[in-house]
């Protein structure tokens, strides 16, 4: 199963790896890719989906933002 975001703040490759290694962090969730062009962050998590906000909470601490 998977969920999809629009994330701001992805400048360059380092980036969807920084927002990536945030997403991988929350519990439940088994697999992140992030794509600065398009602004985007696809989840794929393992059982129950995880919170929208605590999602929007890891990636807001890594420095960027998600609009839900
Ligand atoms: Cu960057």
């Known amino acids: 199963m998977q969920k999809n975001y629009q994330v701001a703040g992805m ?3 380092g980036c969807e790896r920084a ?9 439940g969730v088994v697999k992140a890719q992030a794509d600065h062009k398009a602004q985007t962050l696809k989840i794929e998590f393992s059982l129950e989906p995880p919170d929208d906000e605590e999602v929007k909470h890891a990636i807001e601490n890594a420095g960027f933002s998600l609009s839900l």
């Open 11 to 13: 400048f360059c490759a």
């Open 19 to 27: 927002v990536e290694a945030a997403a991988l962090k929350i519990p």
